[in-house]
């Protein structure tokens, strides 16, 4: 990793602003139902807590379209906070910037916290707008980018608010959690151990071409399932049914069949089903006898246990999207025998991508029997492509 981290500057007597991913699911009631963000972010703030920063904490939530909506208010993740960070004094603002919000700025003290109102109900956090950022940036004399999550977005508080503080001297490194999604990922994609093996899932090829052509030169295997098989089987000229294929991307779908040649593993039984429900009717079919009524929903048992065994030698693993609707039980046995699988391959480095999958490795109770759960979705997708990540590139070389 060529980035400064927090092992790069003393944060002692400093504020320290810390782009978190505190974009936590809620109920209605504005409970949270999932805090798993907030623990992936503690090991960064008690490393600048107990050297004696204070910290200006800023994050989003949801999608408020750059305007206050109570319903997504941080409030929640304030008193979440204070309970996962007793020995701190946690303190909420009721706005992103403004003359209360400086008040409680300036009467930090090392070993406090203070939490700003969600950064999107301002329209300049998604615009990028520099005036907006110069504000922000004047409450710290340091940033920190805990926030995988969004690297992959040029918000005003990923990228214009960095380059604020830099220009005045200060540091802008990356913290414990951003450090480690790029060791792992970053190791993944440059210089894995071998064999390399790649499951990509989710619904369609549409969203994950690039991941495909990046990762296709570097794999010694590419297993894919989900959605997005559909259209890689019809374009073998197989019948899919009423499944989901993507007619306008068969002619990618044929290419890069021509690329991998026998590196990608396609399923060879699905799960169909006569409707898209969760009580729908289901049996095991070969990929040749999809009837013209079924849609598929899941890969089946001859395909995980061809999947098993491209997985039983891999050194290294990287998986992002499910191999089927895993929202319903019955078509989630797919996903959730590879996760098995992952969890218990010996010697080897897994890593799972955020969203769908990170959500699926959960469920099967196995998040920390993998090396590595990412935290960020779209952002660990585009690091898979080899796109440059705004978030990172902006941070302070070594």
């Known amino acids: 990793m060529n980035k400064k981290t927090l092992r790069d500057f003393d944060p002692r007597d400093k504020r320290v602003l810390v782009r978190v991913d505190f974009n936590v699911p809620l109920d209605e009631h504005q409970q949270i139902t999932d805090d798993t963000r907030l623990r992936a972010a503690l090991p960064t703030l008690q490393n600048l807590l107990g050297r004696g920063a204070s910290l200006v904490l800023m994050s989003h939530l949801g999608r408020p379209k750059g305007h206050p909506d109570p319903r997504l208010s941080l409030a929640p993740?304030?008193?979440?906070?204070?309970?996962?960070?007793?020995?701190?004094?946690?303190?909420?603002?009721?706005?992103?910037?403004?003359?209360?919000?400086?008040?409680?700025?300036?009467?930090?003290?090392?070993?406090?916290?203070?939490?700003?109102?969600?950064?999107r109900f301002h329209p300049g956090e998604k615009a990028g707008d520099v005036g907006f950022a110069a504000t922000l940036a004047s409450y710290g004399d340091a940033y920190v980018n805990d926030a995988f999550g969004t690297c992959?977005?040029?918000?005003?508080?990923?990228?214009?608010?960095?380059?604020?503080?830099r220009a005045r001297g200060g540091p802008v490194?990356?913290?414990?959690?951003?450090?480690?999604?790029?060791?792992y990922l970053g190791q993944a994609v440059s210089h894995p151990e071998r064999p390399f093996v790649a499951i990509l899932g989710g619904a369609k090829v549409s969203d994950k071409i690039g991941v495909i052509q990046n990762l296709l030169p570097k794999v010694d295997a590419l297993l894919i399932g989900g959605g997005m098989a559909n259209t890689f089987l019809a374009a073998q000229g197989r019948?899919?049914?009423?499944?989901?294929?993507?007619?306008?991307?068969?002619?990618?779908?044929?290419?890069?069949?021509?690329?991998?040649?026998?590196?990608?593993?396609?399923?060879?039984?699905?799960v169909v089903a006569d409707k898209f429900a969760v009580d729908a009717q289901a049996k095991i079919v070969n990929v040749d006898e999809i009837p013209t009524t079924g849609m598929v929903l899941d890969v089946g048992p001859a395909t995980v246990a061809a999947f098993?065994?491209?997985l039983a030698p891999a050194r290294t693993v990287v998986w992002n999207g499910p191999l089927g609707v895993f929202e319903f039980p019955r078509f989630a046995q797919g996903t959730f025998a590879i996760a098995?699988?992952?969890?218990?391959?010996?010697?080897?480095?897994?890593?799972?991508g955020g969203g769908d999958s990170a959500a699926a490795i959960a469920q099967a109770g196995l998040s920390d029997r993998v090396s590595h759960?990412?935290?960020?979705?779209?952002?660990?997708?585009?690091?898979?492509?080899?796109?440059?990540?705004?978030?990172?590139?902006?941070?302070?070389?070594?």
């Open 308 to 310: 098993q065994q491209v």
């Open 239 to 270: 019948e899919l049914g009423r499944s989901l294929v993507e007619r306008e991307a068969l002619d990618t779908a044929r290419e890069l069949l021509q690329q991998a040649s026998d590196r990608l593993h396609l399923p060879v039984d699905v």
């Open 77 to 119: 993740v304030s008193h979440a906070l204070q309970t996962l960070m007793p020995e701190a004094r946690v303190r909420m603002a009721n706005d992103v910037i403004g003359p209360d919000v400086e008040v409680l700025v300036h009467a930090l003290e090392p070993g406090d916290v203070l939490l700003l109102e969600n950064l």
């Open 340 to 352: 098995h699988t992952l969890a218990d391959l010996q010697n080897a480095t897994t890593i799972v």
């Open 173 to 183: 490194v990356a913290g414990l959690l951003v450090e480690k999604e790029i060791n």
């Open 373 to 398: 759960v990412s935290t960020g979705g779209g952002a660990s997708l585009s690091y898979l492509e080899g796109k440059e990540l705004p978030g990172i590139a902006v941070l302070d070389a070594v």
């Open 152 to 165: 992959h977005r040029a918000h005003a508080s990923m990228v214009a608010v960095p380059q604020a503080i």
